[in-house]
């Protein structure tokens, strides 16, 4: 499976700043990359479809403005969390597809905890 | 109703046991299903696809039942380093997202 890279791996920051995160697809060119959300207990939750050269697609409920995706290149996206707020602490995860068999390889996470 | 539903355990089973797990899911559309593992506070990993046929890898077994849309996943001759919770996971209709189950947790006891 494809090899997906995260960093950082653990953030702690203050109320009301942005924190930004990478996921770097690191053995194949990844056209998408999704970002999933997993609280203590709880299932992932897609965030947000990232595709190469275009907008990306949030999913119902999440907002665009607070949550910035960009994927400038087929081996990087980011997710940055703007104004964060302490109900933002979460598990945060991004993926990459196996073309064809939507198999889904993830990478290692960011912890993010809002203070 | 939840789209992906699972027992969430625990199963406390000795080493050796075999173990079921059951899952359902909602979208009678979904087209590709899958078990992940995943560690306390690790990311998922991929154990299998799932197949019509069903599909065996070493002790684990899946089997896939479109019409009453259940999918299961057996695990023979459990180890402690099997110790994990178990995710059923489905394709959102015919589209690439994955619909996660919250999981079943599992502790195999020495």
């Known amino acids: 499976g494809a090899v997906v890279s995260q960093h950082p791996s653990r953030v702690i920051c203050k109320s009301g700043t942005s924190v930004k995160i990478e996921c770097r697809s690191l053995?194949?060119?990844?056209?998408?990359m999704f970002w999933y959300r997993q609280f203590p207990k709880q299932s992932l939750m897609l965030m947000a479809t990232s595709n190469e050269g275009s907008k990306a697609t949030y999913e119902q409920g999440v907002e665009k403005d607070k949550f910035l995706i960009n994927h400038a290149s087929l081996t990087l996206s980011t997710l940055t969390v703007t104004s964060a707020h302490p109900e933002d602490s979460s598990f945060y995860i991004c993926?990459?597809?196996?073309?064809?068999?939507?198999?889904?390889?993830f990478g290692p996470g960011t912890r993010l905890t809002v203070t | 109703r939840k789209e992906v539903e699972q027992d969430p355990g625990p199963f406390n089973v000795p080493e050796g046991a075999t173990v079921a797990f059951n899952c359902t899911y909602s979208n009678s559309a979904s087209q590709s299903f899958f078990w992940y593992r995943q560690d306390c506070r690790k990311e998922p990993k991929l154990l299998m696809s799932v197949y019509s046929s069903g599909n065996e890898d070493g002790r684990f077994t899946a089997q896939l039942n479109r019409a009453s849309q259940y999918i299961s996943l057996l695990i023979r001759d459990s180890k402690l380093s099997d110790s994990a919770t178990y995710l059923c996971v489905v394709t959102g209709g015919a589209t690439n997202k994955l619909i996660f189950g919250t999981g079943t947790l599992l502790a195999v006891q020495p």
């Open positions: 993926s990459v597809d196996s073309y064809g068999t939507y198999e889904q390889y």
């Open positions: 053995d194949f060119q990844a056209t998408t």
